[in-house]
């Protein structure tokens, strides 16, 4: 299996990343940009194509450019036949299917860390596909991370929470660390104590068969100092600071 990438920015990069980190031979790795893409290619030893090439030998095209470039850039593209998998934030199925008309369309929206292999991704299907190639589409994403299928008006609230989400739970992370800085700790060691504790916490909670309330009321018994923290939590109103910016980043108008 060939992947090729047009485009070779950010999240290209992301992606090619998570792949090799999965195991993906390089050789199998196609990119392909007007300045970027030589370079990644030495970095990551891929191989750096034009589009046509791309097109020709591989079996998925990943479309990593941006949203505004869709009509000027996918009409110069052949992409007949191919699975075309877009990362282009706002752009739908109907858009895709209106440039690419003879092409397997699936919008998708990634997260930073598909790049080692624990991305969390939303997918959305034109209605062309059939059951083997979106099987070829799940494949091609579990090598990255999760997947999650939505109805597209789905994917603003999934970008607030997964796309949006690592800046979130950073945010929570440096809060710790400038609260154990606050109390005494070096900052080397209260930024790694905080991130190792969330990293900890949260494969607890996946290796476990129960939810985050539940866990939690089981850290903090009752009269204790987790449950003091917690109680401040409450008072002070956390999960409507947590809601009203997850509102503010999903009614968020781009200029
Ligand atoms: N960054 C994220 O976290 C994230 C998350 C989800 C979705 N996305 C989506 O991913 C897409 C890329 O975002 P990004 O952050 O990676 O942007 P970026 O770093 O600005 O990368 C854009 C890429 O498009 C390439 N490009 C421009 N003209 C091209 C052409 N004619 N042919 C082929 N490639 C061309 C650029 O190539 P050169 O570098 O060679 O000029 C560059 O590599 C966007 O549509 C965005 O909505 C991004």
Aim: hydrophobic share 45%.
């Amino acid at each position: 299996m060939n992947y090729g990438f047009i485009g070779a920015g950010n999240m290209a990069t992301a992606m090619i990343k998570g792949l090799i980190y999965a195991g993906i031979d390089s050789k199998n790795i196609y990119v392909s940009s007007p300045h970027s893409a030589a370079k990644l290619a030495a970095n990551l030893h891929i191989q750096a194509a034009d589009s046509e090439t791309i097109a020709k030998k591989c079996d998925i095209v990943i479309i990593a450019f941006l949203p505004n470039q869709l009509r000027t850039l996918g009409n110069s593209l052949n992409l007949d036949g191919k699975i075309v998998i877009s990362v282009l934030a706002q752009v739908t199925i109907a858009d895709l299917d209106e440039v690419f008309p003879t092409a397997f369309n699936v919008r998708s929206l990634p997260n930073i860390n598909s790049a080692i292999g624990k991305g969390s991704t939303a997918l959305a299907f034109s209605k062309r596909l059939n059951e083997g190639q979106i099987e070829v589409v799940q494949n091609y994403w579990h090598l990255l991370g999760t997947t999650s299928v939505l109805d597209e008006q789905h994917f603003a609230i999934f970008s607030a929470i997964a796309g949006s989400g690592p800046a979130f739970v950073l945010k929570f992370i440096d809060a710790l660390t400038q609260a154990g800085i606050n109390n005494g700790l070096d900052g080397e060691s209260a930024a790694a104590i905080a991130a190792s504790t969330v990293a900890g916490t949260t494969e607890t909670l996946q290796k476990s068969n129960s939810d985050a309330v539940t866990l939690m009321n089981n850290v903090a018994s009752p009269g204790g100092s987790t449950r003091a923290g917690l109680d401040n939590f409450e008072q002070n109103d956390f999960d409507t600071i947590v809601n009203s910016a997850i509102n503010a980043t999903v009614n968020h108008k781009h200029t």
